[in-house]
Each structure stands twice: as structure tokens, then as C-alpha cells.
């Protein structure tokens, strides 16, 4: 038998910032947990029952979070599978997905705990003032451009600057987003992030290219993120798409994995099949 912690592992003090916005606070709840029955079942699926780790995996957070572009999640765990076996990340490094495709005005990123099978967080993220208004449509590696960067991102040291309560982060997808500490790219909390604003100017406030958030929230998904987690920034951007290299360790296009992920399954939940055969 095997844990489920086994199984998911195999299946997958500057003051320099960027952007602007006073000191979070931490007062933030837990977005959501995978149903523990489901949890304790997985402990139990045998290692023979043929069921293959990278759709398991992606069907898992599907679960989790079914709002989420399955395309999307499919990228992202790719890339975090590509950075673990690199050594550019642990095996349990947890996983933030931030969906730029979709406008401010909605939840867009996602935190999960993949070793463990849950949603840590499910939030509003700010883009960046250079790519574009309530939809981020332009973005850039370069310092300056005010825009959002594309790609993984390994989390690093938490700081106190301009922007409170901050983390730093390193970019991992070279020309994309490998110049984020020079740019001063980090996670932090600000006024502009607070969806109350939605009402009155139509979306989230931007920043100067940081995935800002909430102050509400702030202080615990940075703590829940802090060092050697992943962050993974996607859009439907074709540059990225074709060139980004955090998610093409296998020799599979982000086209082609996208596909995979969004097309029909005629043969269901491949989890759910072993577990049931058992």
C-alpha cells in the first residue's frame, strides 16, 4: 500500500519592490479540502492497477478545483514535474496556478498542497498595469514595462519593503520571466487587490507586473508559499506557448498538452476506475 503523500509525490530583508501597497494582515480562511473519503481511498489504490500518475494527478485537482481550466492545470503540473525532476523544486513543492486568461474580475489563482490533496486557496490576483485593463493581454520580461511575466516561478525569502509582507520569486523560464529579481516581481499584499473595487471602476487595481493580492489574504498564502514552492503564470500568449520552456521537458508542446487536457474522456475518472476495481 501506499500513502497518499507517495502517490501524488509520483504522480507529479530588502526594501526594494516593484509595486505599491501597504502591510497585509493575516486573517485569511482555507479555500477548500479534497473530500476526505476520496483522500483515504486513494491510499489504498494498489501500484498494479495501471493507472497513469500524470492523469491522476490532473483529475485530482480538476476535483479540487472545477472551475479551473483543465488545460491550464495540465501545464502547470507539467512544468512543476519538469522542475522536480530538474532538481529545481522538491517533490513536494506546492503549486500556485494564476489563469491570466481570465479578467480580475474573477477568482484566478489557485494554491494547492498536490502531495497532500487539497486547495489551500482560491483568490483574486492583480496583473500588471502594462498588460492591459481588466484583462492582462501584453506581457513582458522586461524591467520597466509594468507588464506581467509568463512561466514558473520558484518561490524564495520573505521581506518587509514598500509593499509589506513580500516574496521574493525567481523565474525558471528563461526569456520569459528569468529576470523577476531584477524587476523586483514578488508577491505581496495591496489595497488596489480588494475585489470591492470591482463595483466602482469594473476591475481589480493593477500593479507593476507583481501578482499582487488582497491584504486580507496576503500574509497567509505567502506563508503557505514561502520557499522552493511553485508559482505558475499562464495566458494564452503564442510566443510563450511555442518558446516557454518550463513545461517542455518531455518533448510534448503546450499545444498538445493543452488538448489532451480539455478533450472529452470517454473512459472516466481513471482514479476512480482503480480505486473501484480493487
Not at 502591510?23 to 498494479?48: L, Q, Y
Not at 516561478?153 to 520573505?158: G, H, L, N, P
Request: hydrophobic residues 40%; charged residues 20%.
Amino acid at each position: 500500500m501506499r500513502t497518499l503523500h507517495l502517490f501524488i509525490a509520483m504522480c507529479t530583508a530588502s526594501l526594494v519592490a516593484g509595486c505599491t501597497g501597504p502591510e497585509p494582515r493575516a486573517d485569511a480562511p482555507r479555500a477548500a479540502v479534497i473530500n476526505p473519503s476520496m483522500r483515504d481511498t486513494m491510499k489504498s489504490v494498489p501500484s498494479g492497477m495501471g493507472v497513469d500518475p500524470r492523469r491522476a494527478a490532473l483529475e485530482l485537482l480538476e476535483q479540487l478545483a472545477p472551475d479551473a481550466d483543465p488545460g491550464v492545470l495540465a501545464l502547470a503540473l507539467e512544468a512543476r514535474g519538469c522542475a522536480i525532476r530538474s532538481g529545481d523544486a522538491d517533490a513536494d513543492a506546492r503549486l500556485a496556478v494564476v489563469d491570466y486568461s481570465r479578467p480580475s474580475t474573477q477568482k484566478r489563482m489557485w494554491v494547492f498542497d498536490v502531495a497532500r490533496g487539497t486547495l489551500l486557496h482560491r483568490e483574486y490576483v492583480s496583473h500588471g498595469q502594462g498588460s492591459g485593463e481588466n484583462v492582462a493581454r501584453k506581457f513582458s520580461n522586461i524591467e520597466g514595462s509594468y507588464q506581467t511575466s509568463l512561466g514558473l516561478y520558484r518561490t524564495a525569502e520573505t521581506y518587509v519593503g514598500g509593499n509589506g509582507y513580500s516574496l521574493r520569486m525567481d523565474g525558471l523560464d528563461p526569456g520569459f520571466n528569468d529576470n523577476a529579481r531584477q524587476r523586483a516581481i514578488v508577491m505581496h499584499g495591496a489595497w488596489y487587490a480588494n475585489p470591492d473595487l470591482i463595483r466602482t471602476q469594473g476591475r481589480l487595481g493593477r500593479s507593476q507586473g507583481c501578482p499582487a493580492l488582497r491584504e486580507q489574504v496576503a500574509r497567509v498564502i505567502i506563508d503557505d508559499l514561502k520557499q522552493r514552492h511553485l508559482i505558475f503564470h499562464y495566458a494564452d500568449d503564442a510566443a510563450w506557448l511555442q518558446r516557454g520552456r518550463s513545461f517542455a521537458c518531455d518533448g510534448r508542446s503546450a499545444s498538445q498538452i493543452l488538448a489532451a487536457a480539455r478533450a472529452p474522456r470517454s473512459g472516466g475518472n481513471s482514479l476512480a476506475m482503480a480505486i473501484s476495481a480493487r
